[in-house]
């Protein structure tokens, strides 16, 4: 007897000590006063150790425990074919490898220079304010930039800056923060997916990132606390921190900040073996699936829904775009996470993506590359200054460069619009408000063509492949349209065929039934779908006034508003350094291996890093409308030729109209310019462009004292990325969360008749 309590004792003892060591897991380090522990656990950054927050979120009271959890999916997975292209059945030519490591080594230094900016100007901020090097703390000062740049950094070769980026991850402490409400949603794809991206990309060498991960993911985990289990999106943690109050979800949810955790949580419980982080995010996405065939546009939820009544069916818009995009975005990506045991979310894929195709996509009416798509001309009156000195489409060089440009043979572009409805059975009406945001569309249906293909008949998947690359085309699009070859953040386009129409290129009719006409640029049908759109904000008589005293009102007003053809309105004209467009471009370029989608993003990218850069970092564009001056792409062209050219044209007198002898007399009138000025002492060729820049001051679009971390977290990468090498992070290994975070989802691509599951 006396053994068995000896043994019994021994037994407590060290269960008490195993628990103990438990609850002592990921020490970290803070600063700052702490909620759970008060001035006690005070000090200054990067000092003394601090009471474990893992431990106190994990003992902190919840009001409604789950009772039973849902398991992650069986151990049968399903059959996944390879995702990326072949690039060993391609052999690129030493010339385009050594234009593609240049390439990638310019966007590396940009990285670099965001990086240092960021690093002297903003350490363990959020963000830098790239203007006036100073910095902004929109995610709760838990160092943003430094977390949603860790995987980054180890993908660009940064090693240095790795380690101590990871050890100066000890000391943000997640028993503070400097708002009392924080967004759910961003901080878990930011945080979460930036500290398990890197984790896995680093071959889980850095326990210190898992650790981290798992103490937020202990806090976050208090949002779910409500009687539905359903979160609190906009959370006020100090509530839930004392553990006093019951929480609610909120009756007036966006739909993606519900439904755009799946990966990171998962993940974690991948990684760890906890099964309630799988649990919260599978209980909202069992939520979505009995939903989604009872909202007004079955297939599609709508832009707010009740979590708390778990109501997602009473909304009447409807998009991809903003608000919406991530929801959609995780359906392939989650089934590619799970090794596609969950056939739920190939279904709920399926289903959405029909109706988007239905009720959500249009064909644009848009000029063609042998048409102009700038402003109408006026011969009359002399050019600006921006005119003639700031577009870079004066350079018949850059021109002639652009050998992808659309032409007929080219997949005509698609855009997505937002579409509203009252009930189910009501009409539809689209709107066709395109997004950038919605850039990351074609990236998505390329990936999931891949994916689904052994579900789909040939002709579905060469269909969505098709669209991939024509929503691919609808960005690139508002790219080259504008003056600063940007794309702008809202614009309204002219519809020529929408749903099926467009998809099929006229073959099917629309959802209204109507007969798909021809669509071709027609500029009169232009300016029509303009002057429509406006007058419904104008007041009747003073419109009718306004066109009575001008025949050419409505051309005048075109020219005032900058409008290129194409554009029927830019309802917002900023880029917000944003990375959709070069996401999915890399997500084709891996996909098809086609390179003019690493020449679509080069081009991208010059023009953004010659408007965006700043002293201390990247800035957001405010105006892409406006042209750049002093262009960098334009410095091959000499400037100083050109104006020489149009002071001395007077010297060439024609002597016939069709200009044939302006251009023969052309080079000799240009020759006795440059002799004159050199006997006057005056400055000309290479020394006449240096004065022009001494004394021009110069101007282009105005920038915002902003960039947001997903500067280096994702558009950067997937610049860097498309010029990399294909086997560095593929899509074979690895499936990105929304911010750009690669999470292991396989070892790699299978081999040649294997059944990979």
Same mark, same amino acid.
């Given at each position: 007897m006396a053994r068995t309590v000896r043994?019994?004792?021994?037994?407590? !003892?060290? *269960?008490?000590?195993?628990?103990? #060591?438990?609850?002592?897991?990921?020490?970290?380090?803070?600063?700052?006063?702490? /909620?759970?522990?008060?001035?006690?656990?005070?000090?200054?950054?990067?000092?003394?150790?601090?009471?474990?927050?893992f431990r106190k979120w994990r003992l902190t009271k919840t009001h409604f425990p789950v009772k039973r959890y849902i398991r992650l999916p069986g151990a049968f997975e399903a059959h996944i074919p390879r995702i990326q292209h072949d690039f060993r059945k391609f052999r690129e030519s030493e010339m385009r490898k050594e234009e593609r490591h240049k390439r990638r080594k310019a966007i590396q230094e940009a990285f670099e220079h965001s990086w240092n900016g960021y690093e002297k100007y903003a350490w363990l901020h959020d963000e830098i304010a790239p203007m006036s090097g100073g910095h902004r703390d929109p995610f709760g000062a838990w160092g943003a930039?430094? !977390?949603? *740049?860790?995987?980054?950094?180890? #993908?660009?070769?940064?090693?240095?800056?790795?380690?101590?980026?990871?050890?100066? /991850?000890?000391?943000?402490?997640?028993?503070?923060?400097?708002?009392?409400?924080?967004?759910?949603f961003e901080t878990v794809i930011r945080y979460i997916g930036g500290m398990l991206g890197a984790y896995d990309l680093s071959g889980k060498k850095y326990n210190v990132?898992?650790?981290k991960a798992i103490e937020l993911g202990e806090m976050l985990y208090h949002a779910f606390d409500t009687p539905n289990h359903m979160p609190l999106t906009r959370w006020n943690w100090t509530v839930a921190a004392y553990g006093e109050e019951m929480q609610q979800a909120s009756t007036d949810v966006i739909v993606a900040e519900l439904g755009s955790m799946t990966l990171e949580f998962t993940r974690l419980t991948q990684l760890t073996g906890d099964k309630k982080y799988y649990d919260a995010v599978q209980r909202i996405m069992n939520l979505f699936q009995a939903e989604q065939n009872q909202t007004k546009i079955p297939g599609l939820w709508p832009l707010r829904v009740d979590a708390q009544n778990m109501n997602l069916h009473e909304g009447e818009a409807f998009t991809l775009g903003g608000q919406a995009d991530s929801l959609y975005e995780y359906l392939p990506k989650q089934y590619l996470l799970l090794g596609g045991r969950d056939e739920a979310l190939k279904d709920m894929y399926e289903n959405a993506l029909e109706a988007a195709k239905t009720y959500l996509a249009f064909e644009p009416m848009i000029p063609l590359q042998s048409e102009d798509s700038g402003p109408p001309s006026d011969q009359s009156r002399p050019p600006t200054k921006q005119e003639a000195l700031g577009d870079p489409d004066a350079s018949p060089k850059l021109k002639a460069k652009r050998d992808y440009d659309f032409s007929p043979d080219y997949s005509n572009p698609i855009l997505l619009g937002t579409a509203t409805s009252q009930s189910a059975t009501s009409s539809v009406h689209l709107t066709p408000l395109a997004q950038?945001?919605?850039?990351?569309?074609?990236?998505?249906?390329?990936?999931?063509?891949?994916?689904?293909?052994?579900?789909?008949?040939?002709?579905?998947?060469?269909?969505?492949?098709?669209?991939?690359?024509?929503?691919?085309?609808?960005?690139?699009?508002?790219?080259?349209?504008t003056p600063s070859k940007i794309g702008p953040e809202l614009f309204v386009a002219a519809p020529c065929r929408r749903g099926r129409a467009a998809i099929t290129s006229g073959e099917e009719r629309d959802w209204t039934g109507v007969e798909p006409g021809k669509c071709r640029w027609d500029r009169e049908k232009w300016e029509k779908?303009?002057?429509?759109h406006f007058t419904a904000s104008r007041d009747p008589a003073q419109l009718a006034l306004e066109e009575s005293s001008d025949p050419d009102y409505w051309e005048n007003e075109i020219r005032r508003m900058g409008l290129r053809e194409g554009f029927v309105e830019v309802v917002d004209s900023s880029y917000k350094l944003r990375p959709e467009a070069v996401e999915s471009l890399f997500v084709l370029y891996r996909i098809t291996g086609d390179p003019k989608y690493q020449d679509i993003a080069w081009d991208m990218w010059e023009a953004i890093d010659q408007v965006a850069r700043t002293k201390y970092a990247y800035a957001g564009v405010a105006d892409v409308m406006v042209p750049p001056v002093l262009s960098k792409r334009d410095e091959d062209v000499d400037e100083a030729e050109k104006l020489e050219a149009k002071l001395t044209k007077r010297d060439a007198k024609p002597e016939t109209e069709d200009g044939q002898e302006v251009k023969k007399n052309f080079p000799q009138a240009k020759g006795k310019a440059k002799e004159q000025r050199r006997k006057?002492?005056?400055?000309?060729?290479?020394?006449?462009?240096?004065?022009?820049?001494?004394?021009?001051?110069?101007?282009?679009?105005?920038?915002?004292?902003?960039?947001?971390?997903?500067?280096?977290?994702?558009?950067?990468?997937?610049?860097?990325?498309?010029?990399?090498?294909?086997?560095?992070?593929?899509l074979d290994e690895y499936v990105f969360n929304t911010e750009a975070h690669p999470f292991r989802w396989r070892d790699g691509p299978p081999k040649p008749g294997e059944n990979h599951g």
């Open positions: 043994r019994y004792g021994v037994f407590v !003892v060290l *269960s008490v000590v195993a628990v103990y #060591i438990l609850l002592s897991y990921l020490p970290i380090v803070g600063y700052g006063p702490s /909620l759970f522990f008060g001035d006690q656990s005070r000090n200054s950054r990067g000092g003394i150790p601090i009471q474990d927050a930039t430094l !977390v949603d *740049s860790l995987d980054t950094l180890w #993908i660009m070769g940064m090693e240095k800056e790795f380690e101590m980026a990871t050890n100066e /991850l000890r000391k943000i402490d997640f028993t503070q923060c400097d708002m009392d409400v924080i967004n759910l990132l898992l650790h950038h945001l919605s850039c990351y569309a074609g990236g998505m249906v390329a990936l999931a063509a891949r994916a689904f293909s052994p579900y789909y008949l040939h002709e579905i998947t060469d269909e969505n492949l098709d669209l991939a690359e024509r929503l691919v085309a609808g960005c690139v699009w508002s790219y080259k349209a779908a303009v002057r429509t006057s002492g005056k400055p000309s060729g290479p020394a006449l462009m240096e004065k022009r820049r001494k004394t021009h001051k110069p101007s282009g679009p105005p920038l915002m004292d902003n960039m947001e971390s997903f500067w280096t977290a994702e558009t950067l990468k997937y610049f860097y990325l498309i010029f990399a090498e294909p086997s560095l992070v593929s």
